[in-house]
């Protein structure tokens, strides 16, 4: 018998809590994990020996679903990073003894790139004293920019909300006679996947996003400028999808500055807002869709949901098969009918590295998305969950405040 | 028989095109009615004779629920003020010769408090020529802020989805272990209903939003700074709620005018997010909602969507009585269970008026709304619609563009 570790960590998506609910429920059905603890705030929770008995939190099978319905990570988070050990290995010895403390025989960290990191450090560690832990990544994020795997858990439903409220976004735009222009900033710090995916709309017919700028493709203002006065020839509404990690001359992600005088951090949807307003000079404006892209989980895609259960379920199977240092990932076999199986692969080999958008996943303009990047975005946002709701909104499953801190 | 024609008119919401459904619906009902036109562009279509015969558009029950689904305007919209007709009659008897011309015997109009100022004017000036064509108003505002009915159309389905969004935000905004404000800007030009029913939260055990801030109450930076203060040494992350049209010091909101004088305003949370980052210091952001509360039709409230229709088809019956001039409204006769009646008022009695928020749904610190509020809020909210979805999102009723060129 054994016990085991589960904890969260990065920024916050729909489909984190899924992959909890993958890993404790694949937990409840192997006779030799015993108790499950899930580490408060990622690592740090292991580290300071902060963990909570989830067969004491999650009591019923409904338990589970409402907390694959919660977005964000019901155990909270961090951005912490494990130091070298070469540099100071004092952090190591303090989680060996916390996890050895509470007989713990895998660790699972659900997480970005960084968290990839930490798995990759800690089994390295694991391996070198001997000592027989496993640890296991599950891959998470909106930016689906990790290495190896199809896509991560997380971005299915990021892309399901941008696609869904772009397309509601059309629909305010076009109410009024006189043309204008509408810019839609994208979250995705380097990789322009999120931004991309809402071309999707381009299958069931709309003609927006008219134009979508990604950080793959070159830009230039003079560029955008003609590609919206072209646009704006065809369609009185032009609808602009762009990525917030795009390059944009030096100083303007610090230093735009408003009407009022007031900064903004992330500016490329003002910025070109106000280069329209100032050059075409046509009723513009520019909408952030903000944190509600990663966790608007009241339209999250079902197959994202499922998914993340899925491959969290995995990482128990794979940990129990004996591995370690692994990270698990999707692999594709066909777009359609969708299929996708879930392997490990070496987290060496994702940890710290970044995936671009394939070149040929844009047109040869650099200013929208190809149809091939098309059959490759479909199948991650369909399928709705039937949401549990409560007097009007969603139910959410969430952990007392004083037991997490 | 006669023919009768539609407009939809002012900002987007979610409900609108629900009540041209009650409309067009209700006429089909009755053998009296034979066309039912579509106005393009609201009350512009009217004057330029661009109406398109809604009986070659809505083809089924599907087409019908289908629109009750799509956000915004299917017939256009538009901010068009009807002049003074003492100062200018002419656009008055385009008005006339267009609708005589197509057999027009009612004419409703689907808007906010400007919409009602036409059919005020319309309706009295019909009167006076002895012209026996009915003039119904059909209200709609996310604002709330129309006199004498309970409520408006598209209010629901606006706080269903800042209710649900700003529970989303929550989640988000607590997975960090360091102590955070989010300030979350909600539209309302001069009254903070939509701000305010936020605070539905708190009946489903949320301690968020912990502080609202909307016109009614008073309001001053040093009570802000010391209200959030309060807040943190409380929870973690402190979740604020303010309303986009509180008066804040000279200069920061914005000063452009649409053409019935209001102002387009933004800045207040970006405003107050500064403010925080310099006074207190902590990891702040700020969230503007923007046009999603306005158009997300993939969360609207049931209870709004079929009152919507409920009050354009009682619109119909209400000119085919012999009524003109008048305005929809609802009457709540109980809160729980919930009961409201459809009923008519003197459009003079609405047009260019507001309605604010009452001394008693704001507490008695002026930063947070009242209990009793909630039970005027709550019901609003209630029920799903079941959403047709395509390929991963909702599907939309449109129109062909160039029909409304």
Known sequence: MMNIAVAQSGGP???????????????????????????????????????????NMILSNEDMELLKQTPSTVLGSCRYKLPDREEDDTVYKQIVKNLQQRQIGAFFYIGGNDSMDTVNKLSQYFREINLDIKVIGIPKTIDNDLCITDH?????SAAKYVAATMQ?????????????VTIVEVMGRHAGWLTASSAVLHTIGETAPHLVYVPEAEFSVEKFLKDVRHEMAKHKAVIVAVSEGMEVPEGVQSGVVDNFGHKYLSGIGKYLEEIVR???????????LNVMQRCSSHICSKTDIDESEAIGSAGVRCALNGETGKVMIFRRINDMPYTVVIESAESSEIANKEKFLPKDFVNSNGNNISKKALS???????????????????????IQESLLK
């Open 152 to 156: 991560t858990p997380g971005f299915g």
């Open 278 to 288: 100032n050059e075409i000079g046509c009723k513009v404006r520019s909408i952030e």
């Open 376 to 398: 490759y975005f479909v199948p991650l946002i369909q399928g709705e969950l039937n949401i549990i709701m409560n007097h009007g909104v969603p139910k959410h499953f969430t």
């Open 168 to 180: 509601e976004i059309v629909r305010d735009s076009y109410v009024y006679s006189i043309p204008s």
């Open 13 to 55: 998506t729909c489909a984190i809590n899924a992959s909890l609910v993958g890993v404790f429920r694949e937990a409840l059905k192997e006779e030799s994990i015993d108790a499950v603890f899930g580490s408060v705030n990622g690592i740090e929770g292991i580290i300071n020996n902060h963990m909570i008995d989830l067969k």
